[in-house]
DNA sequence: TTGAAAGCGTTACCAC
DNA sequence: GTGGTAACGCTTTCAA
């Protein structure tokens, strides 16, 4: 591998000339400069990303914490940041997470010179993890979370949960299911009990009474949607909707509707959360997350934390918004 | 930050000992072993990765260069890279291709000291980069593309393209369109050609002549279906089915078909490529590639590469299948 | 404007 | 077994 010595060498100046040329730091006759650019392309040369970081004290790299790299609302927002990034001068490094242990091995090794910058998604971290990483200097930024002094992308989810609750109401359903995250969930992700208390609140001030006996708890996956709201509907008082806390348990709950010789929505309505693509194509009615945008705003605030710039500590808030498809009607008539 | 100089003070040993037992290089006391563990400790001593890169000449990092990271058959073969690396002590860093410019400029800054080893998807490279990368020690692995000398995964998609040709011949049909990429795209994508030329030699062994008119190239997007469908089937000899390069356009074919008031399959079968998630939930016959074993594979053969074990440089063919669906179906007895 | 040299934190080699 | 000490390739003072 070809070093600055050797450009250095050919150029017939010191290694600290070629330096300052190849960081732009001024102070170098147009001649000489031209001498330097000369030999770094007559010798192919490319700094070495690692020395220059060990010099500089950073790597240029931005990590990127995802759980669930599988999902679709995962990726979603990773294709934010990845548009985010774009152009800038920063690696993505991806740490996908699929267990808690997962997580804890992550926040172990990182450093700040592991990633200049850090973007959690969606994983509640430790707050004593998050000090002693922001105290090394590291920039972070929480996108669906937050913690008191990190600049946050959020959206509020005890409103998506009215969301789903009050348009089903509207349309008359009274046995309404809600599937949702457990609240003791190994991650401990709490979005799911926000939009459950949104579902309560709903049902509150529209003076209904939640049927306890149809809100159920489990992971956000597709066969999780279908066993749970399978069960449901094979009750002696099966629901007339169903709120699921993500899109893939919403899809899994109109096919168990459409097993169980129900159809949606004219038996059994369906709301679901996200909006990934897949929604429009199987019409379900869902509260649509800007998952893209957060993870692109997010990947934004980061950068500007990154640059001279002030770090935004501020919690910036993200519209949901219901957006509405086929799989919700007033409840049918035959019952 | 605490230095490895720190650490050996605490314990009253060389730096030298504290690499040591930092990299188990064996020859440590168990006694000193133990007096540095718990200066580790004790230090919340974390190596510098930079650091130890720059010594050691490597950074534990693979690369992984993407075309289309918007697209879903790149994150389905990333799904499988992802789950190949976990457990790795590598870093994931992705490269997000978006265009040709976007690949050069990455194929300029890459150096062995930015990735010790460089997985590329899809993307047609030049030789002669990946032969500067090779040479500086990279190991390198293709997949979905293949160059002498490198270790690469493949399909077969001159088959694929006759397997979808093949499938509607037998069915009856004679008026087949045929949706792909552009031969000259810009990136020099080939597989698209591949699958034509497959399209072909079905159309040659049945004795039957390939509709010449019905034959489109355009981007592997919903619109570009939608809109190439949608000028065939408004033809005066519309086709009576439609192969596409891929799920997303024959996604967009079908929807052309109804909104021309055509029904799927009943006037017009579609068949797709790829059989990402949401081919099944439209019920699209498509031609299954193994996205994500590929990409699994892929990162295998690249750990391998990157152990002591001699780089395999053999071409691993995944195969392709036919998934039969709904969208298929013969020719319409109403025309 | 420029060169020389001192780090940056590790690893690895060489004596002891 | 262990400590000392060159590298590794770059950036950044400090003089000149």
């Known amino acids: 591998m070809v ?10 100046v010191g290694a600290g000339t070629v330096s300052r040329v190849l960081n732009d ?27 220059r970081g060990l010099s500089r004290g950073r790597g240029q790299t931005i990590g990127v914490i995802v759980p669930f ?3 679709a609302s995962a990726i979603e927002r990773l294709r934010g940041v990845v548009a985010a990034l774009d152009g800038s001068p920063y690696d993505l490094v991806l740490f996908d997470v699929e267990s808690p242990t997962h997580r804890a091995e992550h926040m172990a090794t990182l450093t700040r010179q592991r990633a200049d ?15 002693r990483l922001a105290d090394t200097g ?7 979370s937050s913690h008191d002094g990190f600049p946050a992308v959020v959206t509020d989810d005890v409103a998506g949960g009215r969301m789903a609750a009050e348009h089903l109401l509207a349309l008359g359903h009274r046995d309404i299911g809600f599937i949702g995250d457990a609240p003791d969930n190994p991650f401990g992700f709490t979005s ?20 306890e006996d149809l809100v159920h708890h489990g992971a956000h996956q597709r066969d999780v949607g279908y066993a749970l709201a399978g069960r449901m509907l094979a ?14 348990q919403a899809v899994g709950a109109m096919e168990a509707a459409r097993d169980t010789g129900l159809s949606v929505p004219d038996d059994v309505s369906v709301v679901g959360f996200d909006d990934i693509e897949l929604a429009a194509h199987v019409g379900l009615t869902t509260v649509r997350q800007p998952l893209y945008r957060s993870g692109e705003l997010g990947a934004r605030l980061l950068l500007e934390a990154l640059g001279a710039h002030p770090p935004e500590p501020g ?9 509405t498809r086929t799989s919700t009607a007033p409840p049918g008539v035959r019952r």
Not at 138 to 144: K, R, Y
Not at 315 to 323: G, K, Q, R, T
Request: glycine fraction near 4%; hydrophobic fraction near 45%; charge should be negative.
């Open 138 to 144: 590291m920039a972070i930024v929480l996108v669906d």
């Open 117 to 131: 910058g850090l973007l959690v998604m969606t994983l509640p971290v430790r707050a004593d993890d998050l000090h």
């Open 3 to 12: 070093t600055i010595r050797e450009v250095a060498a050919h150029a017939g």
């Open 192 to 211: 799911s009990a926000q939009r459950e208390l949104g579902f309560r609140q709903a049902h509150d001030d529209a003076e209904r009474v939640v049927r």
């Open 25 to 51: 730091s001024g102070h170098v006759s147009p001649a000489t400069r031209a001498r330097v650019l000369d030999a770094i392309e007559a010798l192919h040369y490319r700094p070495n990303p690692l020395a």
């Open 235 to 248: 009750g002696d008082e099966p629901p007339t909707a169903i709120v699921c806390c993500s899109d893939m």
């Open 69 to 71: 790299f599988t999902q």
């Open 315 to 323: 919690v910036h808030e993200l519209d949901l918004e219901l957006v």
